[in-house]
């Protein structure tokens, strides 16, 4: 069994790989014997991700991508447990098989979708992987309608329905700090929170989340969960059938993926869809229309969706807070981590006051559109 204290992310640890460019065009010819012509560095927490173009002329008979592809290197932490990152492919490769569009590892020369490779910069070894790369548009600052994220709910419970039936013993302990069976564990990362109303806040929360959601764990649905649907990790591209609008693509990076709650998944995906919301629109009402695409795939028990809502308050408290430690931890990379924080304390105050019944008879009209009827108490 897998020591916990040893997956997931203690305060002060520092994970993420130390390599430019041209190391990662070295990477990519050693390892899969391509060359690089153009490379462009991508966002990402703790990895180091590089969108990587190829010289397609000196491939043979192996017809290789003109949209290039995406050259992952994990951070020390979770290459620790090759084992996991296996479990990770199969889970890829299982849920494209069903339909799931997503990036794909692909087979070294020695014909393995990852190996533990050192960097120059370091003393430890990093798992290497290479995965397709798929022409899109991220979730990330486009308007979010009723349209665009009901078809995101609806893929994602797709997503869930394809995840039902895979298993892998190597998820079984296999935690993160991003999981959201982690949240207790937040505390150990308050030194980054300096205002009080902020800390009371989180606390009120994790009591919330302790008392209502991990004393009910035996009650709540649970399997392979995908376990991070951010606007980060959705493809969108135009619609061709609604002018001016998006539909989903498909789902990015599985390296949060483990055995967990259903419920889980759909309250990720709200909490971003609340964070992305247009000042003009009710974001819980907006929320609803994500939740009914979801639920007409992959229908969840009252006992799930009762603890729906604090769900995705403890995934707003667990993306704050990560975002302002890892900021102080990593300075180089605020941009991206502090995405969430200018009007995310805003909104887990105004979401916080509001009561379940509030909440849940908004989902309820909207459910109602869709000819759906769920009970959430």
Same mark, same amino acid.
């Given at each position: ?23 990662? &065009? ?11 012509? $153009? ?64 990036? %794909? ?8 979708? &990852? ?8 003393? $430890? ?5 290479? /995965?397709? /790369?798929?022409?899109? $548009? ?24 394809? %995840?039902?039936? /895979?298993? =892998? ?22 030194? %980054? ?29 649970? !399997? ?10 959705? +493809? ?15 789902? +990015?990076?599985?390296? =949060? ?16 869809? +609340?964070?992305?919301?247009?000042? $003009? ?11 009914? !695409? ?25 993306? +704050? ?57």
């Amino acid at each position: 069994m897998t020591d916990e204290n040893e997956t997931v992310l203690n305060p002060g640890e520092k994970v993420q790989p130390r390599l430019g460019e041209q190391e990662a &065009c070295h990477l990519v010819h050693s390892l899969y014997g391509l060359s690089t012509i $153009k490379v462009e560095e991508l966002n990402s927490y703790d990895d180091k991700n590089f969108h990587i173009h190829v010289d397609t002329t000196t491939s043979g008979d192996v017809k290789l991508s003109e949209d290039g592809y995406v050259l992952k290197i994990l951070n020390s932490l979770d290459s620790r447990f090759p084992e996991a990152i296996d479990a990770q492919n199969r889970l890829i490769l299982h849920v494209s098989q069903r339909g799931i569009c997503t990036s %794909c590892p692909l087979p070294n020369l020695q014909n393995k979708l &990852c190996s533990l490779e050192h960097l120059e910069e370091s003393d $430890k070894r990093y798992i290497v992987r290479l /995965f397709t /790369f798929i022409p899109g $548009k991220v979730f990330v600052g486009v308007r979010y309608t009723p349209f665009l994220v009901h078809s995101v709910g609806k893929l994602a419970g797709k997503l869930d329905t394809a %995840c039902s039936d /895979f298993y =892998d013993p190597a998820f079984n302990d296999h935690k993160r700090i991003w999981s959201l069976t982690e949240v207790p564990k937040l505390t150990k990362f308050f030194s %980054c929170l300096k205002e009080e109303k902020k800390r009371q806040t989180v606390l009120s929360v994790l009591k919330q989340f302790d008392d209502s959601v991990v004393s009910n764990y035996r009650n709540l649905k649970k !399997g392979v969960i995908h376990g991070d649907l951010s606007d980060n990790n959705i +493809l969108i591209t135009p619609s061709s059938s609604s002018p001016d609008d998006y539909e989903v693509v498909g789902f +990015l990076d599985f390296g =949060d993926a483990t055995i967990a709650y259903y419920v889980f998944e759909i309250a990720i995906l709200i909490c971003y869809i +609340l964070l992305g919301a247009d000042a $003009k629109d009710d974001p819980i009402q907006l929320a609803g229309h994500a939740l009914a !695409g979801y639920l007409s795939e992959f229908p969840l028990p009252t006992k799930d969706l009762t603890v729906l809502r604090i769900c995705i308050s403890a995934r707003l408290v667990q993306s +704050l807070v990560m975002g302002a430690y890892t900021a102080s931890a990593e300075p180089s990379n605020t941009d991206y981590v502090l995405q969430t924080q200018t009007g995310g304390w805003e909104l887990l105050y105004k979401f916080c006051v509001k009561s379940d019944t509030e909440v849940f008879n908004s989902w309820r009209k909207t459910l109602l559109q869709y000819n759906l009827k769920f009970d959430f108490k």
